[in-house]
DNA sequence: CGTCTATTTGAATGTACTCAAAAGCGGTGG
DNA sequence: CCACCGCTTTTGAGTACATTCAAATAGACG
């Protein structure tokens, strides 16, 4: 059933009853998306805490200028949205947009709160979460300023080996921090050298 | 009372009954370190969360040639630790030492388990405070990329006014990711074109 | 097949770094 | 109170890594 890998990411972290699991997924709904769409603009308020069931979800910080900088891409198994503005409702700071055809699970602000009061145990499962991505945005800062740009590539395909054949180059670039001109010549040296 | 600042700033998040705030205190132990001291170097495990009272502790990254990564200063109000770590009782990432003669309030990796059994609402205020962390720790790896270094000084010190004065240039410089020597070469540019 | 977008390439440029040396500053002891 | 020591900050010259801009090439999709 398609809430299975919602269930199934969620036991990894804490055990729900019977009956908590079936609140959990009576608040709960499916939406599908396609490529190009937009889940949130800056500037709105997310209203919903999405967990993607399939596809690949950007988000991405807009400059005035126009230009993007991705912040993370969310693939099957993560949680997407912009957290801080879902939190406390107000205007978000980022972009969030569909980068393949995708399928996610929707948990609405209200609900979410409700889900907060009926199962404690949620929030703990959203700390955990939370925590998790903080670690890694921790580091990512850290890797950021002591890498290389060559580096920084190498750790992004180390780290997520299919994202790479999913994703255009040049939003890559953005993710790392790059140039996509500059991307395009460290995978030749790359290729070059080895 | 010493534990005054501790409880302000948890009742900023959650509500704590007397019963329970009593409890929490119960749970905490004070513990005054001096400058130069360390509270965690990387690879030991982090017993402790710390809430820090007085003082400046700073949490950095150690590179195997000696350079350090500053990740965060952390001064009254704030708390400080290497989270993975205390959170997973693994080897640290980072090293947590003492920039000030400071005075922190200690909890324990066991008595925080403790607690968040006995006071569910503490789950959430940790779900709170590292979710305004994971908050700001994506706009600095945003600003990291975007932000040339006079930019990304100039923010560093309208966020942290008073850190400024308090911790070493070469420390702010390894904050915002840049050598001592430019900052220092920022500043004058600074001073001479205003 | 044609159009639109993404990637590659190269030349010129710029921002920030490295290295080395000098200057400043605070504390300590004679 | 001065002199010296260690550490931090400043300064400058040379360099390197990454960007910008423009043009050519390659790929994807209707």
């Known amino acids: 059933m ?3 890998k919602l269930i199934k990411n969620i036991a990894s972290h804490v055990q729900l009853t ?5 609140l959990l997924l009576s608040k709960v709904n499916v939406k599908k998306i396609k ?5 949130l603009r800056s500037g709105e308020i997310c209203r919903y805490q999405n967990f993607v069931l ?4 950007k988000t991405f910080y807009l400059e005035r200028n126009g230009d993007q900088h991705v912040v993370s891409f969310d693939v099957e198994n993560y949680w ?4 801080f503005s879902f939190i406390n ?13 995708s399928e996610l699970i929707q948990i609405s602000h209200d609900n979410i709160e409700i889900l907060y009061k009926e199962i404690p145990k949620l929030e703990r499962l959203f700390r ?3 925590q998790n991505a903080y670690v890694s945005s921790q580091m990512r800062v850290i890797d950021n300023i002591r890498l290389t740009a060559q580096e920084k590539y190498l750790k992004f ?3 997520y080996p299919t994202l790479e054949n999913r994703v255009p180059q040049y939003m890559v670039a953005s993710y790392i921090g790059i140039t996509a001109e500059f991307l395009s010549k460290i995978k030749r040296k790359i290729l070059t050298n080895s």
Chains 1, 2 share one sequence.
């Open 2 to 4: 398609i809430m299975e």
């Open 80 to 83: 997407t949205g912009d957290l």
């Open 89 to 101: 409702q107000t205007p978000a700071h980022f972009n969030v947009s569909c980068i393949e055809d």
């Open 157 to 159: 395909v180390a780290k």
């Open 128 to 130: 955990i979460l939370i």
């Open 54 to 57: 399939s596809g690949c979800i």
């Open 18 to 22: 019977d009956k908590e699991e079936k």
């Open 35 to 39: 490529k190009g769409e937009y889940l």
